[in-house]
């Protein structure tokens, strides 16, 4: 079987951060993020790995993340709007993104991208976002992705399309009543 | 004159976070990123860009600043320390990246990478890296990287080691009397 | 429905090359490449596209295709010898790649890369490629891959690994008597 | 200092194609590729390598070089043109890429692009590439790189831009008569 070098990070944790300390993303690190499961995303998409996402370390490099973060969310709001979502007058450009990595991944792992709705603003869409290994029960990494809409044209901001705000509904179903 | 399709990104200063709310990353948000400047970082490295950093939207991709990151921030050890890094029995695995993304780049604007100290801790070291486009005051993005130091081997944590430490204090001079 | 703006680059054939011309590269052209299909390729294997794989004119960008190739080739090598491939004392490095690109890819298309064997040499195995989307017949790339078997540690030339040449069985079944 | 594990692949030459096999890219063979050096392309560019650019082999991976080449060809475009080519009413669009790799690269080290023309054509134009490492003098890897001329919006064949074509004098000065 091939499987990553390292298991688990037990490293990740030696080093706490200091939770009164401002440096530290709080919206990582409030719900310990080693504690989340497949179960608290509701949808999962699967993000597959390719050959040279290794790096020198012969583990997946941290950029290869926003990569899949970037597929899963973009992938999901092609299906759940049933639209061109890069035609509409309207376009999602990320704002801020955030990861703690907890494992380490490795090609050919299979891996699965959560997605959950921490946030949903005038203009902007926050998701929490999650990656797991084949078989493994915890996360190998927790991310946070934001969403600007802007007007494709002046880049001025503007409020979520209705499409993208319909779809968001399955990411979170109390948002049904909401709109 | 070729330039990026917006300047400043408006739209991320108009649906601003809660500074209550828990799910801000603080560091990111604590000192207003929009405010800081090169002379903020005690290095600056040039990244330059690639012709396909511009994805569908036309600009630099969210997840290419990290790659920016990864070069600065390994570029500037290698350097710096006048070592392999990659060698060396304990190696800088990282463990948290985040980014805020303040104006659009795009090729083949030249690029600067500032890096800066933010804490070096037991095992890690978090810096904070901001990206200036040519000719612009402000920075297009600002970053927070935090390498975990582990034995190349078992990947458990181990203290910085000497080289690294004694390279950071370029970029924290305060740390010289420290040691 | 989404799908790629262009269908068909009828274009790359508007400008034949000269096929008495030594400039022209006669592996990829002297099959008509657009007239190879799927149940010329043994083996075929998913190569899921990912957002920022289309770059700046809204299509896969051309290194993207060498991602798909070189995960195809080592994804199924590691699973046709059951074997981790990189830990082998000798190691499949790359020695030339060559694509002809007949039409346009765009996230999010669901892609399947072609394998075959073209040649098959004392250290060097030699791989025809194609890349073909959903729904069509024609392929939307055609390429050429050759891994020349080096020693891990010394990067000399040796014969391909045992394990390696039992597996192309599968590409060319021709091969099962000749060994 | 840091350097490629390898050095020149001498393994590369071992397996050597047959010459007159149909098989075997004729472009890049007839001129011996290891016997270009850099006087034997009239434009240089730098193409700084990233550290995610070395694989889980320790070298840069073969798909990077087309990254590098992508960059160097539409870098020296928009330069030598002074014109945002991207937004001309034609396009180039790759038709065709091809590489042969001579010896390993690996970040940090310097990395220039070569720039040659091959063969200009109603339509399309061909490049002859190669990338050379600091201090070596035999090139790391020599490429071919053919853009097809596309109308923007229909991605029909149309004849190369003047513009275009004005500046590709820069790499061949007997086109300057000719025109």
């Given at each position: 079987?091939i499987?990553a070098?390292g298991?688990?990070l037990?490293?990740?944790?030696?080093?706490?951060?200091d939770?009164?300390?401002?440096?530290?993303?709080?919206?990582?690190?409030?719900?310990?993020?080693?504690?989340?499961?497949?179960?608290?995303?509701?949808v999962?998409?699967?993000?597959?790995?390719?050959?040279?996402?290794?790096?020198?370390?012969?583990?997946?490099?941290?950029?290869?993340?926003?990569?899949?973060?970037d597929?899963?969310?973009?992938g999901?709001?092609?299906?759940?709007?049933?639209?061109?979502?890069r035609?509409?007058?309207?376009?999602?450009?990320?704002?801020e993104?955030?990861?703690?990595?907890?494992?380490e991944?490795?090609?050919?792992?299979a891996?699965?991208?959560?997605?959950?709705?921490?946030?949903?603003?005038?203009?902007?869409?926050?998701?929490?976002l999650?990656?797991?290994?084949?078989?493994?029960?915890?996360?190998?990494?927790?991310g946070?992705f934001?969403?600007?809409?802007?007007?494709a044209a002046?880049?001025?901001?503007?409020?979520?399309p209705?499409?993208?705000?319909?779809?968001?509904?399955?990411?979170?179903?109390?948002?049904?009543?909401?709109?």
């Open positions: 079987m499987t070098k298991g688990r037990g490293g990740m944790t030696a080093d706490p951060g939770p009164t300390d401002p440096a530290d993303p709080a919206s990582l690190r409030s719900a310990d993020p080693a504690s989340l499961r497949r179960e608290d995303f509701p999962l998409r699967p993000v597959p790995l390719r050959w040279n996402d290794d790096d020198t370390y012969g583990h997946v490099n941290n950029a290869v993340h926003y990569l899949l973060f597929t899963a969310v973009n999901w709001l092609l299906e759940a709007t049933g639209t061109d979502i035609r509409l007058p309207a376009i999602g450009i990320v704002a993104t955030g990861c703690r990595y907890l494992a991944l490795r090609f050919p792992q891996v699965w991208c959560g997605l959950a709705l921490e946030r949903l603003g005038r203009s902007s869409v926050t998701y929490r999650a990656l797991f290994a084949e078989r493994a029960e915890e996360p190998a990494a927790v946070r934001v969403h600007v809409y802007v007007d002046s880049r001025r901001p503007v409020p979520v209705a499409p993208v705000r319909a779809a968001l509904v399955e990411l979170d179903p109390s948002l049904d009543g909401a709109r």
